[in-house]
């Protein structure tokens, strides 16, 4: 299949940001930070303290996410905040939107053509079903008892 769709993309957002927001969220620990950045911003230590692993190895996630932009950190001092980007998220709304659309087509059509297919057989059982009406055999024909 194509890899295109039927709309392209927003403007200057191309198939590899799409894949980096893809690839970045296939990961669980990514979800779950950007679920909860979904409730407002949050520190790096905040965010960390929800997981069983060291923060260097944390801090890899955010790395992740923001260089997809998905989230967006600032530091200040010794503390990085970090938010929810959520314009980075509207290009997978717009992927989803196109392949909903054209999913529901495909649905459309198959229906369509299940229910012409179920009329089909529907007037073909009524034609088979009528008993077909016996011939009329000829006199010179038909046999005689004995």
Do not use: Y
């Amino acid at each position: 299949m194509d890899n295109s769709s039927s709309t392209p993309l927003p403007t200057r957002t191309s198939h590899a940001d799409l894949d980096a927001v893809f690839a970045a969220l296939s990961d669980p620990t990514r979800r779950a930070v950007i679920r909860r950045l979904g409730t407002g911003p949050a520190t790096v230590g905040d965010l960390a303290r929800g997981f069983d692993m060291a923060l260097p190895s944390f801090l890899k996630h955010v790395r992740a996410l923001e260089a997809c932009g998905l989230i967006r950190t600032r530091k200040t001092g010794r503390v990085r905040s970090c938010a929810l980007s959520t314009a980075r998220l509207g290009i997978v709304e717009h992927w989803l939107a196109d392949q909903r659309r054209v999913w529901e087509g495909r649905g459309d059509r198959l229906a369509a053509l299940v229910e012409a297919e179920a009329e089909t057989d529907a007037a073909a059982e009524s034609v088979h079903a009528a008993p077909a009406p016996r011939a009329a055999v000829p006199a010179r024909e038909r046999s005689e008892p004995s």
